[in-house]
């Protein structure tokens, strides 16, 4: 924040990543230069007063209200507009939980939610394909085409920013593309025949 030149940027204000309930002194810094937090919406307090990972959509979604009713204070009453949601992104090749699903339904929650209308969602895309390969038996691309069904799916949800690769060849997927039936399935799915689906996909 020291180093931030206003003027290099086009007097556009800097993105700070990130903020949890856990860090809420980073605030702090928007006294000295005015930014747009991204927010996580992945964890929150439990019962007795810890910071624990939620387990849940809804409870996604509750702290996203959290949240920005936090930032909406320290920022003195900037507009959710000027705020990014971070509904984190886990891994697909290794999705035995429901992280998928689960992210989708909170995404579907806040897009929904009245209090949040006009918010940002931004997440990491690159993490939905690790510990994937980069190619099929075939030479085609892995990577970038399930990364693409999952924004074809999240976009209509209210995702409007991801940190990305400029190696990536992004593009919005017709349904019956196999990218697409793969996530889509994978949705439907629980535990390891989610790994399966996926296998599937690039063998």
Known sequence: MYAYNPERAGNRKPILNSISGARLEMFDLFARQPFMP??????GLDDSGEMVMNKSAAQNHATALEMVQIARERMQGAPVSEMILDPGIAPIASDMNGD???LVEAMTLIHAE????G???SLGLSNFTQMLPSKKAD?????????SAFLTIAMP????????????????LEEDHPAMQCVREALTLEGFDVIMRVMAYYS
Do not use: D, F, Q, W
């Open 38 to 43: 991204i927010l996580l919406v992945t964890e």
């Open 100 to 102: 998928l699903r689960r």
């Open 114 to 117: 009245e209090e949040l209308a």
């Open 119 to 121: 918010v940002n969602m």
């Open 139 to 147: 030479g085609s691309p892995v990577k970038g085409p399930l990364e």
């Open 157 to 172: 949800l209210g995702l409007n920013m991801v940190i990305g690769s400029v190696n990536r060849k992004y593009a919005l």
